[in-house]
């Protein structure tokens, strides 16, 4: 285990894991999708801790952090402040981000919300724009996973729901991929490692999103809780040095909202990864290989 385990604790009083890697004042924070958490950074933060502090959280209410009571509480903003407040607790000034899905939705709003402390962001196979098929999509299967009896079953029931998304894998990848996001419960059966109250709160949030919209449009309201009702808000935020790595497969980013988001920041880098949906696992020699030069500039940077 070449990681060091902890808790910490939110402002409303849960107990957050993290995982450290390495060491030094080059510190980079990898934030995870909506039902995924700090595992699979697992491979990505080993390779990088030679040159670079990782910081891996669970975001509340995944892995080996506390369920919420309150799934209303369940939202970026509280995503977020949970970051701040574990960032602010190390003492940690400057850092970059990796963020995939919801983690790069989360790293826009802290570039909007405190962008002197953000070196850089990669955002992984995410933009501040939903197609409404996969918005759909995504909101019909969180916290809804039908039950498996054992892990074959759940290596099965992922390969079937995304299959699409990474082809050509053999089963040992989805008995790995399928470790990742479950656990064992207390009958030895795998289940998500998350709270599955959290679909229902993003399905909350989704029908409150429609009306936050309408009040945005006629401009009543551009904030909600410290954070743009409009993705696209917190994307102009984007100041610092940003990498963009998309799916050639996803239905969650796009080709056209690649090209918007290029229109509106010229200078963003993208890299299109082959034979990948939603989202790159970031093992991927080109998207590797991406990574390590955009943030070796970091350090570079830092140090001209």
């Not at 990848?173 to 959290?198: L, S």
């Not at 945005?216 to 963009?244: E, F, H």
């Amino acid at each position: 285990m070449n990681y060091t385990e902890h808790h910490y604790r939110s402002e409303d009083g849960l107990s957050l894991y993290y995982r450290s890697y390495g060491s030094g004042d080059d510190v980079v924070i990898c934030l995870p999708g909506l039902t995924r958490n700090c595992k699979d950074f697992e491979d990505l933060a080993g390779h990088l801790s030679t040159r670079w502090r990782v910081i891996s959280p669970d975001l509340r209410g995944r892995g080996q952090s506390e369920h919420d009571p309150k799934p209303s509480r369940y939202h970026a903003g509280n995503y977020v402040r949970d970051c701040w407040t574990l960032l602010d607790g190390l003492g940690i000034e400057q850092f970059a981000i990796i963020g995939t899905s919801l983690g790069g939705m989360m790293a826009m709003i802290m570039a909007d919300q405190q962008p002197s402390r953000l070196r850089g962001i990669v955002l992984n196979d995410i933009g501040p724009e939903f197609p409404p098929d996969a918005v759909a999509r995504i909101l019909q299967y969180v916290g809804r996973t039908p039950p498996v009896d054992d892990w074959d079953a759940a290596a099965k029931q992922a390969q079937q729901n995304y299959g699409l998304a990474y082809p050509g894998m053999g089963d040992d990848f989805w008995q790995d991929h399928i470790r990742q996001a479950y656990r064992e419960n207390e009958e030895g059966k795998p289940v998500p490692d998350m709270d599955p109250a959290i679909g229902d709160a993003l399905r909350r949030v989704h029908k409150v999103a429609k009306l936050l919209g309408w009040l945005r449009r006629r401009g009543l309201k551009r904030r909600i809780a410290g954070v743009n009702i409009d993705p696209w808000d917190s994307y102009q935020a984007i100041t610092m040095p940003c990498l963009l790595l998309y799916g050639a497969l996803s239905d969650v980013l796009t080709g056209k909202i690649v090209n918007r988001m290029q229109s509106a920041k010229p200078q963003l880098e993208v890299v299109e990864v082959p034979d990948r949906g939603h989202a790159p696992l970031l093992d991927e020699s080109l998207a590797r290989a991406a990574i390590d030069a955009f943030l070796g500039r970091l350090i570079e940077g830092k140090e001209s």
